[in-house]
Nanobody, 124 residues
Framework: QVQLAESGGGLVQAGDSLRLSCVASGRTGTYYTTGWFRQAPGKEREFVATISGIGQSTLYADSVKGRFTVSRDHVKSTVYLQMNSLKPEDTADYYC?????????????????WGQGTQVTVSS
């Protein structure tokens, strides 16, 4: 089992930056694929970014490409989402699921482990 804990959310203004963290605990010896997804009130969950288990590959949604960067630190068992130039439409609860796949994955249904999420609110 793997437990995931997201943090770093908050209330910011448009144009600001935030860095979300996703700390994994439990059986973290495997190089898990990790993704970032978000869900805004009244909307479906959407893909944001994913990073491969080793960390050499990344994939982003078009809506965040060039503004968000996903990275990982295996020593700290942590995956980060650096969010720059935030927009009000980035407001959502952000989640970092993980799977044993190892490659890139933008499909939420294939992720096995999920955290509780962290809330990001961007005011205009």
């Amino acid at each position: 089992q793997v437990q995931l804990a997201e943090s770093g959310g908050g209330l910011v203004q448009a144009g600001d930056s935030l860095r979300l963290s996703c700390v994994a605990s439990g059986r973290t010896g495997t190089y898990y694929t990790t993704g970032w997804f978000r869900q805004a009130p009244g909307k479906e969950r959407e893909f944001v970014a994913t990073i491969s288990g080793i960390g050499q590959s990344t994939l982003y949604a078009d809506s965040v490409k060039g503004r968000f960067t996903v990275s990982r630190d295996h020593v700290k068992s942590t995956v980060y989402l650096q969010m720059n130039s935030l927009k009000p439409e980035d407001t959502a609860d952000y989640y970092c699921p993980a799977s044993r796949w190892g490659g890139l994955d933008n499909d939420a249904v294939r992720y096995t482990y999920w955290g509780q999420g962290t809330q990001v609110t961007v005011s205009s």
